[in-house]
């Protein structure tokens, strides 16, 4: 039972994390513009996802707009949307196979040994799904810092990390850990058993003399 209540542990946290993840990517904060600097006109507030931009004005109107092309985007841009679209994929495929595999359903319950090598696969993929949303926001987050520390870079044109980084950051580790305690308790649910063998007839024979 105890292996049992890991993996529903574990798969309760990668599922928050592959909501968390869906989020993150759909969220338009992942840059927002920086008030650093004496000379920053705070009438509104510029925000990138994505997939569009916004602008926030101070009596409260905002106006986004969706990226016209896919091709003039950045590479950073087009680089975070692939591994995060991937990481998403990846979460729900893990899932649907960690489903099969838990000990609390029904499935292949009259092969528990497959059933545990299912839950180890599935936490395998979330561990990958993870560290590719994982990759993704922290290449995000490292071109924001560049760019803000760039002392070529306008100083109303800098960059802070958004919301939707810090969510994504968060969701990623929830998905790894959630991997790791499915991989974790199904090894051991497997490990655990000892192959038993039948007493060898021989050596009831041994003590036996023979006239």
């Not at 790791?180 to 199904?186: D, E, H, I, Y």
Request: net charge positive.
């Amino acid at each position: 039972m105890a292996n049992s209540g890991l993996q529903l542990l574990g798969f309760t946290l990668a599922f928050f994390g592959f909501i968390g993840t869906i989020a993150s990517t759909a969220m338009v904060e992942w840059k927002a513009s920086s008030y650093a600097g004496d000379n920053i006109i705070t009438a509104q507030a510029m925000y990138e996802g994505l997939w569009k931009s916004c602008v926030s004005q101070s009596t409260g109107q905002i106006q986004c707009k969706v990226y016209d092309s896919l091709l003039q985007l950045p590479g950073m841009v087009q680089g975070a949307r692939g591994l995060m679209c991937s990481s998403i994929l990846l979460c729900f495929i893990s899932i649907m196979v960690a489903v099969v595999g838990m000990r609390c359903t029904t499935c292949m319950a009259e092969a528990p040994e497959q059933k545990d090598k299912v839950a180890l696969s599935g936490g395998v993929i979330l561990i990958i799904a993870g560290l590719l949303a994982l990759v993704g926001t922290s290449w995000y987050g490292h071109r924001i810092a560049q760019d803000f520390y760039n002392p070529f870079t306008p100083t109303n044109s800098r960059y802070e990390f958004g919301k939707a980084l810090y969510v994504g950051w968060g969701a990623a580790v929830l998905i790894v850990i959630g991997g790791c305690f499915l991989c974790c308790s199904s090894h051991t649910k497997a490990g655990g058993k000892q192959p038993r063998y039948p007493a060898s007839s021989s050596a009831g024979q041994s003590g036996r003399d023979y006239v």
